[in-house]
């Protein structure tokens, strides 16, 4: 006899939709098959969020075996002879399995609000990954999700379960303290094989000598960290944070302030093995950039938007030392020229993202280098708000854009979003006619001239 597996809220065959069957085993332990309530509204969700690993778990004979014979005769045959199963009729073996497919936010979140016995099953997987982000109130979840893991103490049970962690991302949980942490760190010996660390917007987050000598000494493997917009880092922290961990090849700091040159030296004393920094909004120079460049040569992203004090000799620096750069941010970088933009796009042929908004000193040759130097490579381009009052010309024409449409073929975001309000349909023509990957493009009127052209090509 063949065995489908089915809930009542969702069975198999529709025509025993009327009369959902339960198991005598408990009310709270077969939540599966109760018919809908207040308390099971999560139930559907977590079913069909799981319905998908579940199809790739391979189930030997003797387990389908098993699961038939405690099909009870209470449930209500299919009308070809088949069987409905519900999934509470799984072992608790084959249960693990499937929530070891889910993601960590839903096995901590949802899962164990189901009934009972998936709040146990929940407590015996091993993560390899702990997501909880935005779990910690940034996107509003229900207070009955967050009453079992919506404190800080819940990370430390959570991560100490966890087998082999290679990854813990607390993004947006607000009330995360150093305590918190430390407690982490202290009792989770199996931390050493962490690899990445994210707590972006962790605004209460305070850094302490411990906690980072607990970094030190439990996460010396660390690769990428992530603290943007945590309010509360400082040089200090970040100097400890580089000698802790020398073999970290991703920060982001964006948005942190209180940050200057100190940090990018001590990043460029112990960290030869960054690939990707962002500064963005910080208070640093070129002193602090070129240095990070010197000591850095495998760099192949970098952000340093809004760091006003940035001139033409950090561009210049980074172009000589880090030839495989693919992203580049120096949005809002007032002081950038041409020059640099073009010495940067002849030694970096390798860039698929710039960013250039609010440089106002840039114009026509500024795309046109990058076009011809990196058109091969090239995705992304941001240009936007380039312009200046008088006495300087006007920035960008329909040459460069046209340049730019015919060497990047793999173009597929454009902004030059008042960046000139001359630029005409010729523009927009050319991207659509060289550009076939073009999916964003800001300010060109370039959808009626896509239009036309298709019209024209069918007829």
């Given at each position: ?261 100190h940090s990018l030296g001590a990043l460029a004393l112990n960290c030869h093995r960054l690939s990707s920094v962002n500064f963005g909004l910080a208070d640093i120079s070129d002193v602090g950039v070129v240095e990070l460049a010197l000591a850095c040569p495998h760099l192949r992203s970098v952000a ?156």
């Amino acid at each position: 006899m063949q065995t489908r597996l089915g809930t009542a809220d969702h069975p198999v065959d529709s025509k025993h939709d009327q009369a959902p069957t339960t198991h005598s085993s408990g009310s709270d332990s077969c939540a599966i098959k109760l018919p809908r309530s207040p308390r099971s509204a999560a139930v559907p969700c977590a079913t069909a969020y799981i319905a998908a690993p579940l199809a790739a778990v391979p189930v030997s004979g003797s387990e389908w075996a098993s699961v038939d014979s405690d099909h009870t005769e209470g449930d209500a045959p299919s009308n070809n002879g088949d069987s409905v199963v519900s999934i509470d009729c799984l072992s608790t073996e084959l249960l693990m399995i499937i929530f070891g497919l889910v993601d960590s936010r839903m096995l901590a979140s949802v899962l164990p609000t189901v009934c009972q016995r998936w709040r146990e099953v929940c407590c015996e997987v091993r993560p390899t990954c702990l997501d909880l982000s935005d779990i910690g109130g940034w996107s509003g979840i229900a207070s009955r999700q967050a009453l079992y893991w919506g404190t800080s103490q819940t990370v430390v049970t959570f991560v100490n379960r966890a087998v082999s962690l290679r990854a813990i991302d607390l993004t947006g949980f607000v009330d995360l303290r150093h305590e918190t942490l430390v407690a982490v760190l202290a009792q989770c010996p199996q931390l050493s094989t962490l690899g990445t660390l994210r707590l972006g917007w962790c605004v209460g987050l305070k850094f302490w000598k411990w906690t980072i000598r607990g970094l030190s000494k439990h996460c010396s493997g660390l690769t990428t960290i992530d603290l943007h917009t945590c309010v509360l880092v400082d040089d200090h922290v970040v100097v400890m944070i580089a000698e802790a961990c020398p073999q970290l090849q991703e920060i982001d700091v964006f948005h942190c302030g209180r940050l200057t040159d100190h940090s990018l030296g001590a990043l460029a004393l112990n960290c030869h093995r960054l690939s990707s920094v962002n500064f963005g909004l910080a208070d640093i120079s070129d002193v602090g950039v070129v240095e990070l460049a010197l000591a850095c040569p495998h760099l192949r992203s970098v952000a340093f938007g809004r760091c006003c004090q940035l001139t033409d000799t950090a561009v210049w620096m980074l172009a000589e030392c880090c030839r495989r750069l693919s992203s580049v941010d120096f949005s809002y970088c007032a002081q950038l020229t041409d020059s640099a933009v073009a010495h940067l796009a002849e030694r970096c042929k390798y860039l698929a993202i710039v960013l250039l908004g609010e440089c106002p000193k840039l114009s026509d040759d500024s795309i046109v280098a990058l076009a011809e130097h990196c058109g091969k490579h090239l995705e992304c381009l941001n240009v936007k708000k380039c312009r200046t009052s008088d006495p300087f010309p006007t920035q960008f024409t329909d040459h460069s854009v046209i340049v730019l449409a015919r060497h990047c073929s793999g173009l597929r975001s454009l902004n030059l979003d008042g960046a000139n309000a001359s630029l005409t349909a010729r523009s927009g023509r050319a991207l659509a006619q060289h550009c076939p990957r073009l999916v964003s493009v800001r300010g060109i009127s370039w959808r009626e001239e896509w239009a036309l052209d298709s019209k024209t090509g069918s007829s």
